[in-house]
């Protein structure tokens, strides 16, 4: 067992991009692995759905280019994980497309493996029928099979069992679909001997890039460092610094509870760690711990179509129109609503959204001081397409020439800074499934495929 392992996170995000001096000063201290999460359900439901990625292809290549590689180049792993966003099958085989487009342009030679993490429809409602399915929060509704019927792709969030697996192997380059974000830094300090608290923990701070740091982004690599009874963490660019502040805020990023932090078959508990400020930009964690779960849960994420979306942005500065925005807008919906009266009003739903005025916070916002100016976003959902711009268009042209009383210019209500004006955004999804699954163990869920690429030509 190393003495030290060393893990450079090169970004938040795989293709938000990151600084190259950052990222060769991280090389040039000699890292045992590159390690990116590659995912995250911030974007909504609309990239599981739809099956696409979180960030363009261009920019996920010009990544993945330098990623490839640094790790190939000091002869060290490269993991991924969620890869293309989401993690679910089509966003895996897009990210096999694109490494194995760099291997070939480049004629590298690399041992592959892939961990799949796509959970079949039968599994869940088998899940169903057992009640080992719970709904992760009180707002998420109960599982029904009906759900899992309009459910168009399931994954899961895996943990370091199946990670463990594919390491096993020495993988050149490990893909790994839906991940649980900690999980392929933990399997890597885990899979040579280092304590698996401080590998969860480093990988809590490491898998947001460094955004840990001051000033603080995910644009940006930071290295982590794990020890026998610690692990410390610095910023590979000079112009940033982790602080204790900064570091322990992080640590409890996007938690519901102040120390304890919840996993695939792990409690994670950081109520007695110690953070240190070892120099003026690093920082040393220690003494957390971890406990296993009495029964293994992994997170189900799905989602399914629930409508089609038109809308339109325009522009007001009339101070009378301003001054009773939103009864005119409660009019004017009131008016589509007529003339589409053999349409029922639950297969469409029409929304205003005044931004400079409450467009943010909605009615929870305090001040409703009347601006000059609104930026107006008119959203119509409908069961189908067509008739989303239908009303849309009505909505547009009713909204563009309401009489309003008062009103001392014919010529229009609104200012368009786009032609055409109305926009098909396309399918609306929601996530149908945010739910645990109760499954034996970790491993079984999560199939592993593995192939080679000698001099950029498949084996």
């Not at 190939?72 to 679910?88: D, F, M, Q, V, Y």
């Not at 690399?110 to 088998?126: F, G, L, Q, T, Y």
Request: charged share 25%; aromatic share 8%; glycine share 8%.
């Amino acid at each position: 067992m190393k003495d030290k392992l060393k893990i450079l996170s090169p970004c938040g995000i795989l293709g938000y991009g990151f600084p190259l001096e950052s990222f060769q000063n991280g090389l040039k201290d000699l890292p045992d692995a590159i390690i990116v999460d590659a995912g995250s359900t911030d974007a909504g439901p609309h990239k599981l759905g739809e099956g696409v990625a979180i960030v363009s292809r261009t920019a996920y290549k010009k990544d993945l280019v330098r990623l490839i590689e640094g790790a190939l180049s000091l002869e060290i792993p490269l993991i991924i994980g969620s890869a293309g966003g989401s993690g679910a099958k089509t966003h895996t085989e897009w990210t096999i497309e694109v490494i194995n487009e760099i291997l070939a342009e480049n004629e590298y030679s690399a041992k592959v493996s892939v961990i799949w993490a796509d959970i079949p429809n039968e599994a869940v409602s088998r899940a169903i029928r057992n009640k080992d399915v719970t709904p992760l929060g009180t707002n998420v509704p109960p599982l029904t099979h009906e759900v899992v019927e309009e459910t168009l792709s399931i994954v899961a969030q895996m943990g370091v069992e199946p990670i463990l697996e594919a390491l096993e192997g020495n993988p050149d380059i490990l893909i790994c679909g839906r991940a649980y974000d900690p999980a392929p830094f933990a399997a890597f300090g885990i899979a040579h001997g280092f304590d698996e608290a401080l590998s969860y923990h480093l990988g809590k701070i490491l898998e947001c890039g460094a955004l840990c740091a001051v000033p603080g982004t995910t644009k940006d690599c930071i290295m982590g460092v794990l020890e026998k009874d610690s692990f410390h963490v610095y910023p590979t660019n000079k112009e940033r610094r982790c602080t204790i502040t900064s570091v322990s805020a992080h640590t409890f990023y996007e938690k519901d509870h102040p120390y304890l932090l919840q996993g695939p078959g792990i409690l994670l508990n950081l109520e007695d760690c110690d953070f240190l400020q070892t120099d003026e930009r690093t920082v040393k964690i220690q003494k957390s711990r971890l406990e296993k779960t009495e029964s293994y849960f992994i997170k189900l994420e799905g989602a399914r179509r629930v409508a089609y979306r038109t809308f339109v942005v325009a522009g007001i500065r009339d101070p009378l129109l301003l001054e009773n925005l939103e009864q005119i807008e409660d009019e004017v919906r009131d008016s589509v609503k007529e003339y589409y009266s053999e349409i029922p009003e639950r297969d469409y739903r029409i929304a205003f959204i005044n931004y400079g005025l409450d467009g943010v916070m909605g009615n929870l916002e305090p001040d409703r001081t009347v601006p000059k100016e609104v930026g107006l976003l008119m959203e119509v959902t409908a069961k189908t397409q067509e008739l989303a711009s239908a009303i849309c268009s009505s909505l547009r042209s009713s909204f563009m020439h309401y009489g309003y009383t008062g009103r001392k210019s014919t010529s229009g209500n609104l200012a368009f800074p786009f032609s055409p004006s109305d926009i098909d955004f396309g399918p609306v999804y929601e996530f149908s499934m945010y739910h645990l699954m109760k499954v034996e163990n970790g491993q079984s869920m999560f199939p592993i495929m593995n192939y080679e690429v000698n001099n950029g030509k498949i084996n």
